[in-house]
């Protein structure tokens, strides 16, 4: 897929499929994103499979559909996102990818997941204890 930019085209490997991800963490419909960007759903579609090309004008459009840096849609990498979501507090572009809800589900699965830590650690704890108390007692 190329995208042009001042009639110069640019290989951009894969734009489509940063589009469809991102308008699927947005939870955006196709046929939403394609009427705001005045265009047919299928070019839309055809966009998302890197079936055409798409102008970096539609581009820019698209991004403010998205509520997105342009960079964000350029750059997306699922899995970086995945990754550093998981692994890094102060990712700047995860916030623009994924939406308040899909935050707070996140954020909630973090504390249960915390809370399950804390009472893993715990029982650990008490495990070591019992085991100090048991050699303490083949020591004497």
Known sequence: MYLR?????????????????VRELK?????????KLGVSRSFYIK????????????????????DVALNDIIDFNDKQIFNT????????????????YQHEEMKAMYEKLLAEKDARIQE?????????????????
């Open 5 to 21: 930019i001042n009639n110069k085209s640019i290989y951009m490997h894969n734009i489509g499929h940063n589009i469809r991800k």
């Open 124 to 140: 650990k704890d008490e495990t070591i204890k019992m085991m100090k108390s048991l050699l303490d007692k083949f020591k004497k």
């Open 47 to 66: 966009v998302e499979n890197n079936e055409t090309q798409i102008k970096f004008e539609q581009l820019q459009s698209l991004s403010k559909v998205m």
């Open 85 to 100: 979501t998981h692994h890094n507090h102060n990712v700047k572009n995860v916030g623009n990818v994924v939406n308040d």
């Open 27 to 35: 939870n955006l419909t196709q046929e939403y994103v394609a009427k």
